[in-house]
């Protein structure tokens, strides 16, 4: 089933997603839903509060929609970041930022993320280049932020400033 997706300045965006503390079938539909989705979206990730599920859960594909090779959930990850390897820039879009809008984000080049699986196995590895950008992506959203967060204000108002624009035409 597909889920409406969330989009800013959407408030809700905003919450703290709470831990998933029971991996039941409720969870396995929902995890299974939000593939589907992210895959129609034509995205490589998703997170629970992006479908206005507000639990620490998050779907991942790098390999894409056409591919679908590389599915995975993660329940409650936590992500270390490994400070040695310093930081990447990469160019970011979100399923929920209207308008297509992608810009560059100063992210960890290397992260190590703990979750659980759908087996509530838990689950360790260590990531970088386009996963490390991903998961923090993803995990950003269960904490309520959003990438546009991370950019300057004259960006940020820029872009807010398209949409504001955007939606005032839509209205004539
Ligand atoms: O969380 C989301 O909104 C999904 C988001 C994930 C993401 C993409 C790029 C960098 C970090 C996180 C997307 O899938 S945006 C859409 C997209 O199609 C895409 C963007 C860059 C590379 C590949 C796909
Ligand atoms: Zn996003």
């Given at each position: 089933?597909l889920l409406?997706?969330l989009?800013?300045?959407?408030k809700r965006?905003?919450?703290?997603?709470?831990?998933?503390?029971?991996i039941?079938?409720?969870i396995?539909?929902?995890a299974k839903?939000?593939?589907?989705?992210?895959y129609?979206?034509?995205g490589?990730?998703?997170a629970?509060p992006?479908?206005?599920?507000f639990?620490?859960?998050?779907?991942?594909?790098?390999?894409?929609?056409?591919?679908?090779?590389?599915?995975?959930?993660?329940?409650?990850p936590?992500?270390?970041?490994?400070d040695?390897?310093?930081?990447?820039s990469?160019e970011e879009g979100?399923l929920?930022?209207?308008?297509?809008?992608?810009?560059?984000?100063k992210?960890?080049?290397?992260?190590?993320v703990e979750?659980?699986?759908?087996?509530?196995?838990?689950?360790?590895?260590?990531?970088?280049?386009?996963?490390?950008?991903c998961?923090?992506?993803?995990?950003?959203?269960?904490?309520?932020?959003?990438?546009?967060d991370?950019?300057s204000m004259?960006?940020r108002?820029m872009?807010?400033?398209?949409?504001?624009n955007k939606?005032?035409?839509?209205?004539?």
């Open positions: 089933m409406p997706i989009k800013f300045p959407d965006l905003t919450q703290v997603s709470k831990e998933v503390t029971e039941n079938d409720e396995k539909t929902l839903n939000m593939l589907e989705t992210m129609e979206a034509e490589i990730g998703l629970a992006q479908i206005g599920q639990i620490r859960m998050i779907v991942i594909d790098l390999s894409g929609p056409e591919e679908r090779s590389d599915s995975m959930v993660l329940i409650n936590k992500l270390t970041k490994i040695d390897a310093g930081e990447i990469g979100c929920s930022v209207p308008l297509n809008y992608r810009a560059k984000v992210r960890s080049a290397k992260v190590i979750a659980v699986d759908l087996d509530n196995k838990p689950v360790k590895f260590e990531a970088e280049d386009l996963m490390s950008v998961l923090q992506h993803e995990v950003d959203h269960l904490d309520g932020k959003l990438f546009i991370h950019l004259l960006k108002g872009y807010t400033s398209r949409l504001a939606a005032k035409k839509e209205k004539l």
